[in-house]
């Protein structure tokens, strides 16, 4: 039986924050209803069209999951249990907000089948949060967490470096308090300023002062490597760290090139049909989505057949991110054709990469290039 | 054939957007030259490049037939000359075909550099001149005012202006009166031996090449053979016609009329703007005065981007020659560029028009190399030599001295902008000729190198203005100056296609501009890259791009995957347009985006 993971975008959250590029947005209010109804017609679609699969792992995320309705969570789930094969070990996630009022709902979420937690702390100081646009507190992510701890099994938490006028021992002392709190998953996102958002508007106009320069940028990346490997949390991935086994087995789904269901709002799905890859695409604005789904139009949704080329590059990009590396061999299937052999041969003199048993794999010094890498690979 | 009388030539002399084409499509629809359905925009601007740019590049005739008020029937021939200042000789043969001009002149704008300078070769050609105030629907319009301008900026007179808008055709009759009751009628000798101003060719992909010409004595006919007095070519007449703008062929052509003809020419090369014809058999004594061989002006080099369409290049090239006599080329090889041409233009809308038909007309893309001047190197053994290319440049101690071309500019600018223009003047090594106002707008003489100004000047002097200055010059000659050339070295290694020729004084601030240019326009490598620049040896200026450090996505998940996708589809397409030179990769707009200065 082929096997599938599902990632379920819900596109609002109260706030846009500034740092943010994601296909999220602002509603006054949010028919929750309607909006179930959709998912759940989407999913029945997609149902039809892969009936016969196992789902490995699903994912809610956003915008902010955790203004989703318990209801909506529930219906949503047993709409996947009723059409598909579901494992006992699946893993279901739910990215939250550690604000008060969502805490409150995470047993219910549990209840309904939720498994791990993914939290967005983003910093430990007030200062942090509120410069990042956070809607809470530092005491209330502990306070979050606290009780996530005490509903999910697995929970992570995201947490962003890098911040404006952070020092290197600043850093080094709010990710130790992160380690102490961790059950054994954490995200550290480097922070990056992208085009269309509030933060790259003031960093083109030379307004968003005192973020870490070239140079420093590297020490930020090496010293969090450094503090997380010391405490036994490893880098599966170049931002996510974790204690052995406690991997996001969704995510994984992604960096290793498999395939997965996108619903919702400007999700994007990769699924195999005849052993040929195929990418679909909603469209991302929230009403248009909504009236489509409710019309059945899924015809104008995008599902368009992608080259053994793009496919081959799409697994060298994701899968150059993990610690295990990516297959050779499973490149050279995917591609009709090999590597360039010079490039890998001069990157592997520059000492950026390691190649062993057909597996090849970014050094600690290829790791902080891995997009001059896949450049050096694939133009 | 028309009596002498009934015949009227002329041309219009307009600056940029002050209503010339507008004009000519009102006189040609007011004529009933074209049929209604047949009329469309800029009837006379053939060329994609011509509508685009609201320029013409490429004279052209029109014959309108018209009834007076008082009912006589006149022959109106309208020659559509180019504006431009690069083509100042094209446009002082045209004039030499017609006996008058109108003085097309914006009533809400005012008098602009560029008009100066065409009123100017009217007036030279002994031409009778009408002026006509366009645009006098416009609220802004100032006709007085701008009368008042004409008469002191000029020096003709402008009382009897024609008042008229070509847009709403408001007084567009009225310039049609003018023309028949002020413009002296043609004059000739049909009896004598042929004598026949080449005006303008082009080449037609049926006709073969199309020879437009004012007849002055005699007739030209099918079938007549004919010489060309400067080139000493003959060939055949198939076709003698006139345009009305499409062709209407005729028996023959008399004295004081403008047409065209087709002789079986094959290259446009072979008709020389402003040559005699004569027959063969029957030939004038004396051709007519003041024929001047093209001249490049201005020089650069042309790379194809993708470096295996170099055969398309040199045919496309080839092709474009044919059809234009006054554009140069030879093969050129760069260290940095691979092979490529050099060209050799008439100025730099010259070159930016011959630029873009290649890419369009063409599909290819182009690395253009700086524009160059023709600098004359007189070298201490006595002998000179003209140098088109920087990476040609002699021996420094085989040097006596150099010299190199001068202008004189002539800009018009409103007050408030005044002190920015002449300090950018200035700072281009000008030197002050005059300063007059006319109304509230300065305007100032400059002398100034032709090298400062080939490169920027215009978008310079474009961005301190808001648009407001009007710019125009003339070639005045050569002058000695220190001049000396700048390489430019990246990682140790000299590149050839940014070698500039700069004055001593300004050299340092050059090289530095230009180091710090090139630092943001090359990437960064996985090594350290010196960025120099030198002159004769010496380093005059450095900058370093660091090595490349950190190059990561923080977050990529299922969604990213497309993205990134596309901007690896992006960096494929950067790639090929990178040049390799050494072990260090530089984009192909460095070469031209590395000598904009943004002083």
Same mark, same amino acid.
């Given at each position: 039986?082929?096997?599938?993971?599902? =990632?379920?975008?819900?596109?609002?959250?109260?706030?846009?924050?500034?740092?943010?590029?994601?296909?999220?947005?602002?509603?006054?209010?949010?028919?929750?209803?309607?909006? /179930?109804?959709?998912?759940?017609?989407?999913?029945? =679609?997609?149902?039809?069209?892969?009936?016969?699969?196992?789902?490995?792992?699903?994912?809610?995320?956003?915008?902010?999951?955790?203004?989703?309705?318990?209801?909506?969570?529930?219906?949503?789930?047993?709409?996947? =249990?009723?059409?598909?094969?579901?494992?006992?070990?699946?893993?279901?996630?739910?990215?939250?907000?550690? /604000?008060?009022?969502?805490?409150?709902?995470?047993?219910?979420?549990?209840?309904?089948?939720?498994?791990?937690?993914?939290?967005?702390?983003?910093?430990?100081?007030?200062?942090?949060? !509120?410069?990042?646009?956070?809607?809470?507190?530092? $005491?209330?992510?502990?306070?979050?967490?606290?009780?996530?701890?005490?509903?999910?099994?697995?929970?992570?938490?995201?947490?962003?470096?890098?911040?404006?006028?952070?020092?290197?021992?600043?850093?080094?002392?709010?990710?130790?308090?992160?380690?102490?709190?961790?059950?054994?998953?954490?995200?550290?996102?480097?922070?990056?300023?992208? #085009?269309? /958002?509030?933060?790259?508007?003031?960093?083109?106009?030379?307004?968003?002062?005192?973020?870490?320069?070239?140079?420093?940028?590297?020490?930020?990346?090496?010293? %969090?490597?450094?503090?997380?490997?010391?405490? #036994?949390? *490893?880098?599966?991935?170049?931002?996510?760290?974790?204690?052995?086994?406690?991997?996001?087995? *969704?995510?994984? %789904?992604?960096?290793?090139?498999?395939?997965?269901?996108?619903?919702?709002?400007?999700?994007?799905?990769?699924?195999?049909?005849?052993?040929?890859?195929?990418?679909?695409?909603?469209?991302?604005?929230?009403?248009?989505?909504?009236?489509?789904?409710?019309?059945?139009?899924?015809?104008?949704?995008?599902?368009?057949?992608?080259? *053994?080329?793009?496919?081959?590059?799409?697994?060298?990009?994701?899968?150059?991110?993990?610690?295990?590396?990516?297959?050779?061999? *499973? =490149?050279?299937?995917?591609? !009709? #054709?090999?590597?360039?052999?010079? $490039?890998?041969?001069?990157?592997?003199?520059? !000492?950026?990469?390691?190649?062993?048993?057909?597996?090849?794999? /970014?050094?600690?010094?290829?790791?902080?290039?891995?997009?001059?890498?896949?450049?050096?690979?694939?133009? | 054939?028309?009596?002498?009388?009934?015949?009227?030539?002329?041309?219009?002399?307009?600056?940029?957007?002050?209503?010339?084409?507008?004009?000519?499509?009102?006189?040609?629809?007011?004529?009933?030259?074209?049929?209604?359905?047949?009329?469309?925009?800029?009837?006379?601007?053939?060329?994609?490049?011509?509508?685009?740019?609201?320029?013409?590049?490429?004279?052209?005739?029109?014959?309108?037939?018209? &009834?007076?008020?008082?009912?006589?029937?006149?022959?109106?021939?309208?020659?559509?000359?180019?504006?431009?200042?690069?083509?100042?000789?094209?446009?002082?043969?045209?004039?030499?075909?017609?006996?008058?001009?109108?003085?097309?002149?914006?009533?809400?704008?005012?008098?602009?550099?560029?008009?100066? +300078?065409?009123?100017?070769?009217?007036?030279?050609?002994?031409?009778?001149?009408?002026?006509?105030?366009?645009?006098?629907?416009?609220?802004?319009?100032?006709?007085?005012?701008?009368?008042?301008?004409?008469?002191?900026?000029?020096?003709?007179?402008?009382?009897?202006?024609?008042?008229?808008?070509?847009?709403?055709? &408001?007084?567009?009759?009225?310039?049609?009166?003018?023309?028949?009751?002020?413009?002296?009628?043609?004059?000739?000798?049909?009896?004598?031996?042929?004598?026949?101003?080449?005006?303008?060719?082009?080449?037609?992909?049926?006709?073969?090449?199309?020879?437009?010409?004012?007849?002055?004595?005699?007739?030209?006919?099918?079938?007549?053979?004919?010489?060309?007095?400067?080139?000493?070519?003959?060939?055949?007449?198939?076709?003698?016609?006139?345009?009305?703008?499409?062709?209407?062929?005729?028996?023959?052509?008399?004295?004081?009329?403008?047409?065209?003809?087709?002789?079986?020419?094959?290259?446009?090369?072979?008709?020389?703007?402003?040559?005699?014809?004569?027959?063969?058999?029957?030939?004038?004594?004396?051709?007519?005065?003041?024929?001047?061989?093209?001249?490049?002006?201005?020089?650069?080099?042309?790379?194809?981007?993708?470096?295996?369409?170099?055969?398309?290049?040199?045919?496309?090239?080839?092709?474009?020659?044919?059809?234009?006599?006054?554009?140069?080329?030879?093969?050129?090889?760069?260290?940095?560029?691979?092979?490529?041409?050099?060209?050799?233009?008439?100025?730099?809308?010259?070159? @930016?028009?011959?630029?873009?038909?290649?890419?369009?007309?063409?599909? &290819?893309?182009?690395?253009?190399? +700086?524009?160059?001047?023709?600098?004359? &190197?007189?070298?201490?053994?006595?002998?000179?030599?003209?140098?088109?290319?920087?990476?040609?440049?002699?021996?420094?101690?085989?040097?006596?001295?150099?010299?190199?071309?001068?202008?004189?500019?002539?800009?018009?600018?409103?007050?408030?902008?005044?002190?920015?223009?002449?300090?950018?003047?200035?700072?281009?090594?000008?030197?002050?000729?005059?300063?007059?106002?006319?109304?509230?707008?300065?305007?100032?003489?400059?002398?100034?190198?032709?090298?400062?100004?080939?490169?920027?000047?215009?978008?310079?002097?474009?961005?301190?203005?808001?648009?407001?200055?009007?710019?125009?010059?003339?070639?005045?000659?050569?002058?000695?100056?220190?001049?000396?050339?700048?390489?430019?070295?990246?990682?140790?290694?000299?590149?050839?296609?940014?070698?500039?020729?700069?004055?001593? +004084?300004?050299?340092?601030?050059?090289?530095?501009?230009?180091?710090?240019?090139?630092?943001?326009?090359?990437?960064?490598?996985?090594?350290?890259?010196?960025?120099?620049?030198?002159?004769?040896?010496?380093?005059?200026?450095?900058?370093?791009?660091?090595?490349?450090?950190?190059?990561?996505?923080?977050?990529?998940?299922?969604?990213?995957?497309?993205?990134?996708?596309?901007?690896?589809?992006?960096?494929?397409?950067?790639?090929?347009?990178?040049?390799?030179?050494?072990?260090?990769?530089?984009?192909?707009?460095?070469?031209?985006?590395?000598?904009?200065?943004? @002083?």
């Amino acid at each position: 039986m082929s096997q599938l993971s599902i =990632y379920i975008h819900w596109p609002f959250c109260e706030a846009k924050c500034p740092y943010c590029d994601f296909n999220s947005h602002v509603r006054k209010s949010i028919n929750q209803e309607e909006w /179930t109804k959709s998912y759940i017609s989407s999913l029945k =679609y997609w149902a039809q069209k892969f009936p016969k699969s196992k789902i490995n792992s699903i994912f809610f995320g956003g915008g902010t999951p955790s203004l989703m309705s318990d209801r909506a969570i529930n219906e949503i789930l047993s709409t996947i =249990y009723k059409h598909w094969s579901i494992p006992s070990d699946i893993e279901i996630s739910l990215e939250a907000n550690p /604000t008060s009022s969502e805490s409150k709902k995470f047993k219910s979420y549990s209840a309904s089948g939720i498994n791990r937690l993914s939290l967005g702390v983003q910093a430990l100081n007030d200062k942090d949060l !509120k410069k990042l646009g956070r809607l809470h507190t530092a $005491k209330e992510a502990r306070n979050a967490f606290d009780i996530a701890s005490c509903n999910f099994n697995r929970v992570s938490f995201d947490l962003i470096y890098g911040r404006q006028y952070q020092t290197l021992k600043n850093w080094e002392s709010e990710l130790l308090d992160a380690i102490k709190m961790t059950m054994g998953h954490l995200s550290l996102y480097q922070l990056t300023i992208e #085009d269309n /958002t509030r933060f790259g508007q003031l960093f083109s106009k030379g307004k968003l002062r005192g973020l870490p320069e070239d140079v420093s940028s590297v020490e930020f990346f090496n010293l %969090t490597q450094k503090v997380c490997e010391a405490n #036994d949390l *490893h880098a599966y991935e170049i931002s996510n760290h974790c204690k052995k086994g406690q991997e996001c087995k *969704h995510n994984l %789904t992604y960096w290793r090139g498999k395939p997965f269901l996108g619903v919702g709002p400007g999700a994007h799905g990769r699924v195999d049909i005849n052993k040929k890859r195929y990418m679909t695409e909603a469209p991302s604005n929230p009403e248009l989505w909504l009236n489509q789904v409710q019309n059945s139009e899924f015809k104008n949704f995008k599902f368009e057949q992608i080259s *053994h080329t793009a496919h081959a590059e799409e697994y060298i990009m994701m899968s150059l991110r993990l610690k295990e590396g990516m297959n050779i061999n *499973h =490149y050279t299937n995917l591609a !009709k #054709d090999e590597l360039p052999n010079d $490039k890998v041969k001069q990157l592997i003199i520059e !000492k950026l990469i390691t190649l062993e048993n057909n597996i090849l794999k /970014t050094t600690k010094t290829g790791k902080l290039l891995t997009n001059y890498i896949i450049r050096q690979l694939l133009c | 054939m028309a009596k002498f009388e009934n015949i009227r030539n002329f041309s219009i002399v307009a600056h940029i957007d002050h209503g010339k084409s507008t004009l000519a499509d009102r006189l040609i629809q007011l004529t009933n030259t074209v049929a209604s359905r047949d009329m469309k925009e800029q009837i006379l601007d053939s060329m994609d490049i011509e509508r685009e740019r609201g320029i013409t590049i490429k004279a052209n005739t029109v014959r309108l037939n018209y &009834i007076s008020k008082s009912g006589s029937e006149y022959i109106l021939n309208l020659i559509d000359t180019p504006g431009h200042v690069d083509f100042s000789y094209e446009v002082s043969r045209s004039m030499k075909a017609v006996e008058g001009s109108l003085l097309v002149v914006d009533a809400s704008q005012g008098v602009e550099a560029q008009t100066l +300078a065409n009123v100017y070769t009217a007036i030279d050609a002994d031409h009778e001149i009408i002026t006509v105030l366009n645009k006098v629907d416009l609220p802004a319009a100032d006709c007085d005012r701008v009368a008042e301008q004409i008469e002191d900026v000029i020096g003709i007179d402008a009382t009897d202006a024609v008042k008229i808008s070509a847009k709403t055709g &408001i007084g567009v009759e009225n310039v049609l009166e003018a023309i028949v009751n002020k413009l002296p009628c043609p004059s000739g000798d049909i009896e004598r031996p042929l004598k026949a101003l080449l005006v303008d060719s082009w080449y037609d992909a049926y006709l073969g090449v199309v020879v437009m010409v004012r007849v002055k004595d005699g007739r030209l006919k099918k079938g007549d053979k004919i010489l060309m007095m400067q080139t000493g070519a003959t060939f055949t007449i198939d076709k003698v016609a006139v345009l009305k703008p499409q062709m209407e062929n005729i028996e023959f052509l008399g004295p004081g009329e403008i047409g065209v003809f087709t002789a079986s020419i094959k290259q446009v090369r072979d008709t020389r703007v402003g040559d005699t014809i004569t027959l063969d058999r029957d030939q004038c004594i004396e051709p007519l005065t003041g024929y001047k061989p093209s001249q490049p002006v201005v020089f650069c080099g042309l790379f194809p981007v993708d470096s295996s369409e170099f055969e398309v290049l040199r045919s496309s090239i080839e092709k474009l020659a044919l059809n234009d006599a006054s554009f140069s080329f030879e093969m050129e090889t760069s260290a940095a560029l691979g092979f490529g041409f050099r060209c050799g233009f008439l100025g730099l809308l010259h070159l @930016e028009v011959i630029r873009d038909r290649i890419e369009r007309e063409y599909s &290819i893309e182009l690395i253009t190399t +700086a524009p160059s001047v023709i600098y004359q &190197i007189f070298k201490t053994d006595g002998s000179m030599l003209e140098l088109h290319n920087p990476a040609d440049m002699p021996d420094a101690v085989k040097i006596d001295h150099i010299k190199e071309p001068r202008i004189k500019a002539t800009i018009l600018v409103p007050d408030e902008f005044l002190g920015d223009v002449l300090k950018l003047c200035q700072d281009r090594r000008g030197i002050q000729n005059d300063l007059t106002y006319a109304g509230a707008r300065a305007m100032v003489v400059y002398d100034l190198p032709l090298n400062e100004v080939v490169f920027d000047f215009h978008d310079r002097l474009k961005s301190v203005t808001k648009g407001y200055a009007s710019f125009d010059y003339q070639i005045t000659g050569y002058s000695a100056d220190q001049l000396v050339k700048m390489q430019i070295l990246v990682n140790d290694e000299p590149v050839d296609a940014l070698s500039t020729m700069v004055h001593r +004084a300004r050299s340092e601030a050059r090289g530095r501009v230009m180091c710090e240019k090139l630092k943001e326009l090359i990437p960064q490598h996985m090594f350290k890259v010196p960025i120099q620049a030198s002159i004769g040896g010496r380093i005059i200026a450095r900058e370093t791009i660091s090595a490349l450090r950190k190059d990561v996505t923080a977050k990529c998940y299922g969604g990213d995957m497309t993205r990134k996708r596309k901007l690896l589809d992006k960096q494929k397409a950067g790639k090929k347009r990178m040049r390799q030179f050494g072990r260090v990769e530089i984009p192909q707009e460095a070469f031209i985006k590395a000598l904009k200065t943004n @002083e």
